[in-house]
C-alpha cells in the first residue's frame, strides 16, 4: 500500500488541527496513541464503525496529528507528537491533561 | 433582551471547545476579544455574513468560549478566559500564541 498523504509541519494549521481534535472519538483515539504508542488502524475497545473509524483518521492525518505506515497488510498508526509539540508548544499537553483527567474520573 | 444560555465552567466539554476553537472565523474572534476585550456582535473589519457571525457567535457562547451580555439594543461579548483557563490549563495560551504569530505575519 502506498504511504497516505500527511501535511508538512510548516503547513500545519492551527484551525483545522483543533478541527480535527474537536471530537470526542478523535480525542479517545488521540489518548491511545500518547497512552499506548503505534497501534493498529483498529485499536481494540472503540465501538465505532469501521468506516467511520476511517474518516476520523483521516481526518486526524490530514490535519498532521497522526502518521500512517504499513506492515505488510496492517496500517500502523502513530501520534505526530514531537511535530505537534514544536509546531503548537503546550496545545497537545493542555488537551491531553484534560483527556486523561476525564479517563481517570470515567 | 434576555441573557443568552451558556454553561457552567463545570460542564464544559473540551472537545465541544476544540471543535468551537477549530475554524479560522471563530479564532479571528477569539483572537480579537483576547486583545480587545468586551466588543460588539459585529466587530470592525470582520466580513462575513451577518447570519454567518451570529452562527459563530453562538458556537463559541454554547460551547462556553465567550458570554454574551446586553446594553440597551446592543449585545457585547466578552471572552470567558478565566473560567476556561482555570479548567484547560495552557489551552487558549497555546491557541492564542499561534494565532497571534499569524497574524503578525499576515
Redesign the interface.
Known sequence: MPALPQPQPQDFD???????????VR?DLLRRLAVDGECTCSPEGVTVARSTLSNHWRILREAGVISVRTSGKTRLVTLRRQELDAR????L???L???DR?ADIA
Chains 1, 2 share one sequence.
Not at 14 to 24: F, K, N, W, Y
Not at 88 to 91: A, E, I, N, S, Y
Request: hydrophobic share 50%.
Open positions: 492551527i484551525a483545522t488541527v483543533l478541527h480535527a481534535l474537536g471530537d470526542p480525542l503548537f508548544p503546550r496545545l499537553d493542555a488537551v491533561d484534560e483527556v476525564h
